[in-house]
């Protein structure tokens, strides 16, 4: 048990180590691409906020309780 108990976190670096450098040098993830999309659905999300804040503040209600709405539902799906 000693025997295990000193050679499980070597082990579990070892794996995770070699885990990372396989998924950092496949040539056919486009990291870069990822990093686009992720800015591009932070300015797209930005940008919808600013122009429902510029249309009407009804709206903006209605959107938020709707996303609030959808986010309950979710956690209570997942929790069943």
């Known amino acids: 048990m000693n025997w295990l108990t000193q050679q499980l976190p070597g082990i579990i670096a070892i794996y995770f ?27 797209l999300a930005v940008s919808l906020v600013i122009a ?19 986010l309950a539902l979710i956690a209570f799906f997942f929790i069943k």
Do not use: C, M
Not at 17 to 42: F, H, M, N, W, Y
Not at 52 to 70: C, D, M, Q, T
């Open 17 to 43: 180590l070699a885990a990372a450098e396989s998924v950092q040098k496949d040539p056919l993830i486009d990291r870069r691409g990822e990093t686009i999309v992720d800015v591009g659905v932070v300015l």
């Open 52 to 70: 429902v804040k510029i249309i009407s503040p009804k709206v903006e209600h209605a959107i938020l309780l709707a996303i609030f709405l959808s």
